[in-house]
């Protein structure tokens, strides 16, 4: 039960860095690669056949990784945001 809640803290402050480039708040490089690696890590339990959700994970992975060297257009910054906005507060109830 912890662990669903540690992860959904990953998933709201990962969603919170998307947030930050949407509106233009330049996050720190480091705060989006650690998120992002986070990401990747969850992203991971792909093997265990948790494969949905793990597909989201991967892909807001690259999207953040890709948002520190491009400016990408405003909806892949909003679809991993509202993902894993949705992802988090879930696994707080």
Known sequence: M??????GGIDLIS???????VFGIQP???????CAGLLFLKGMMILTGE???SIIDLFSAL???LAIFFALPSVLL???????????VVSFM
């Open 51 to 53: 494969i949905p959700l």
């Open 15 to 21: 969603s919170f860095g998307f947030l930050m480039l």
């Open 78 to 88: 909003w679809v991993p945001a509202f993902l894993l906005l949705a992802k988090g």
């Open 2 to 7: 912890v662990l669903v809640k540690i992860l």
């Open 28 to 34: 720190w490089t480091q705060f989006l690669l650690f």
């Open 63 to 65: 999207m953040l990784i």
